[in-house]
T-cell receptor
Framework: DAKTTQPTSMDCAEGRAANLPCNHS???????VYWYRQIHSQGPQYIIH???NNETNEMASLIITEDRKSSTLILPHATLRDTAVYYC????????????FGDGTTLTVKP | DAGVIQSPRHEVTEMGQEVTLRCKPI?????LFWYRQTMMRGLELLIY????????DSGMPEDRFSAKMPNASFSTLKIQPSEPRDSAVYFC????????????FGPGTRLLVL
């Protein structure tokens, strides 16, 4: 599975949009981009995933570049409860056992 | 659905003792994963099952660790004998394999080996 690169940490003001980038320049055509987050002391939580089209759900939006080498997770109106570690993972469906979570981005939402 | 259920939530034991962690996956899910998380190593996959069969246990640290899935609704991770370096949070996750493999994680078991 392709390796991902994420910034170590980011800050965001409460109520503003949080844009979390992820680079996956070696992604292959059948690999999906998944985003999870882990709030302190809890298990990781699925947020969203996509293949090549932009995706939106009740939690976030996922923007994937046309060449699929990078993506951005957008939390449109960040709240203090969005403070967490955000993981970007790329993998083929059916291959969750072959992908790693990496170090992720620690997002801190500030009042 | 109650989500993935893990027990116990906290475990404190002494070095050399046997530790058994339990997991009940979400009903209908056919893949189950055991992870370990520490500050030093982050979130590591230990082993995963598909349709109750272990697919890859290459992440299991050593022979002291073993995992079983006797049926679709139950799995155990056993450490025997336990050592202080096994102290970590152990997460169980489950998913469908197709059409999308979204993993749902349990709350974790916090293990402290003294």
């Amino acid at each position: 599975d392709a390796k991902t690169t994420q910034p170590t940490s980011m800050d965001c003001a409460e109520g503003r949009a949080a844009n979390l980038p992820c680079n996956h320049s070696t992604i292959s055509g059948n690999e999906y981009v998944y985003w999870y987050r882990q709030i302190h002391s809890q298990g990781p939580q699925y947020i969203i995933h996509g293949l090549k089209n932009n995706e939106t759900n009740e939690m976030a939006s996922l923007i994937i570049t046309e060449d699929r080498k990078s993506s951005t997770l957008i939390l449109p109106h960040a709240t203090l409860r969005d403070t967490a570690v955000y993981y970007c993972i790329v993998r083929v469906n059916g291959n969750a056992g072959k992908s790693t979570f990496g170090d992720g981005t620690t997002l801190t939402v500030k009042p | 659905d109650a989500g993935v259920i893990q027990s116990p939530r906290h475990e404190v034991t002494e070095m050399g003792q046997e530790v058994t962690l339990r997991c009940k996956p979400i009903s209908g899910h056919n893949s189950l994963f055991w992870y370990r998380q520490t500050m030093m190593r982050g979130l590591e996959l230990l082993i995963y099952f598909n349709n109750n069969v272990p697919i890859d246990d290459s992440g299991m640290p050593e022979d002291r660790f073993s995992a079983k899935m006797p049926n679709a609704s139950f799995s155990t991770l056993k450490i025997q004998p336990s050592e202080p370096r096994d102290s970590a949070v152990y997460f169980c996750a489950s998913s469908f394999r197709e059409p999308r493999e979204t993993q749902y994680f349990g709350p974790g078991t916090r293990l402290l080996v003294l």
